[in-house]
């Protein structure tokens, strides 16, 4: 008999689409997958050669918990030069990936019965990683009328004594939505009448951004005490696979999250670590090729996607997804299948346009899709067009 815990956590719905979208690929199915958060670059070659190196001068033993010190230095570095940040080495814990650093910080946070704030859209694991925790999550709804974002006043609403935790991600996965200063200010003002309530700001996708200023919500003096900023290399440097994430944090709480790490997997990968030094030395001008070529198919997707009767879009600031409204297919009656809900919906692009996307049910918006972005220019027009096709 399974546990409660495991039968009561959902699948990865950006996983099982893959899985979904492989598994008809395998039959002989011509997919094209729009459904992965993944870069379609190959790592840089400095990066790699950095990697070559580490393995070359012998780093094969156990890594600190928390991380290499040399490495945790760098992390301060890039979080003073590119934040604006302060912190010492000994507030940063090099985790698995970024989803490793979260849930560490679920685990050491959380009590049964403490609630989470979930702006939405949000990205998918953050609930399941609440749910773990056994805390509650309690979602704020925004919509694409709004740019994906939620108001001070709707934060102010959600907050109740049980409230602990709220979790912030910008650009946002699924919208690309990014919050201004301006407004990460006021929302922070809502925040520093709470002073039990902590906060996580999620910047996996900081880089991957067309031209609005990144801010960090820890860069608010009377909130830096109580945020905690996670970060790693997996989108901005193409290394999704290197499972490489770190977070900065008040010492009490990466002191935490490093007693946590110690009896789940111990410290990161050694070769990954050194590879990431050079990642996050080097200027951020080295990735700049891959950030131009997102933006420059950011806005051939909206063209075409644009042309289609029923979708509702908005202009996404970072990250590489779209994240239309659909709902006005929701009730109609296609090729025999009916579409009641963005789940639906999906699924009748893969099977109808042999094309896998993700349902915004899992995001927290059920009345839209995520279509990545991060594929080739040819994949894109084809799977636009089978999209198209399908709806007609």
Known sequence: MLSDRINSLPASATLAMAAKARELKSQGVDIIGLSLGEPDFNTPEFIKDAAI????????????????????????????RDNGLDYKPSQVVVSTGAKQSIANLCMVLLNPGDEVLLPAPYWVSYSAIATLAEAKSIIIPSSIETDFKITPKQLEAAITPKTKLVMFNSPNNPSGTIYTEAEYRALGKVLEKYPDIYILSDEIYELINYGKPHFSIAAIPALYDRTITVNGVAKAFAMTGWRIGYIGAPEWIAKACNKMQGQITSGANCIAQRATIAALNAPVSEIQYMVDEFKSRRTLILNLLSEIPGLKLNEPDGAFYVFPDVSAYFGKTMKGKTINDANDFALFLLEEANVATVTGDAFGNPDCIRISYAASVENIREAVKRIANALA
């Open 53 to 80: 190196q580490a393995v070359k001068d012998n780093y094969n033993s156990y890594s600190p918990v928390d991380g290499y010190t040399d490495l945790k230095e760098a992390i301060c570095n890039k979080f003073k």
